[in-house]
């Protein structure tokens, strides 16, 4: 499976943006799916990820980014409101087959796309 990312860009404080992900094989319909992003000089973290049909969130993004998916399309979306300059980052998508408690760690995912930039300026 390979995964396509997209939708970064140069925001300002408040804005809106729509981060996309599409996959190269229809089992992707198959798998956990998940957002993290990587900011310089830090770790890649967890964003958010949707398993069995239940959408998970950092708290950090809770209640202001939102994670869809639409298999049809093999496509899952991550849409970002309220962007402070803390959410500037690299966006990373996944997926894979991690248990529900290593949901939030990198290493259950086997297939990465390849880095949207998102930076929201103050």
């Known amino acids: 499976v390979q995964l396509q990312a997209s939708g970064g860009g140069l925001v300002q404080v408040g804005d809106s943006l729509r981060l996309s992900c599409r996959a190269s094989?229809?089992?992707?319909?198959?798998?956990?799916v998940g957002w993290f992003r990587q900011a310089p000089g830090k770790e890649r973290e967890f964003v958010g990820g949707?398993?069995?049909?239940?959408?998970y969130y950092d708290d950090s993004v809770l209640g202001r980014f939102t994670i869809s998916r639409d298999n049809a399309k093999n496509t899952f979306y991550l849409q970002m409101n309220s962007l402070k300059p803390e959410d500037t980052a690299v966006y990373y998508c996944?997926?894979?087959?991690?248990?529900?408690?290593?949901?939030?760690?990198?290493?259950?995912?086997?297939?990465w796309g390849q880095g949207t930039l998102v930076t929201v300026s103050s």
């Open positions: 949707v398993k069995n049909g239940r959408t």
């Open positions: 094989e229809g089992t992707f319909s198959s798998y956990t």
């Open positions: 996944g997926a894979g087959r991690p248990i529900l408690s290593e949901l939030r760690n990198p290493s259950g995912y086997y297939y």
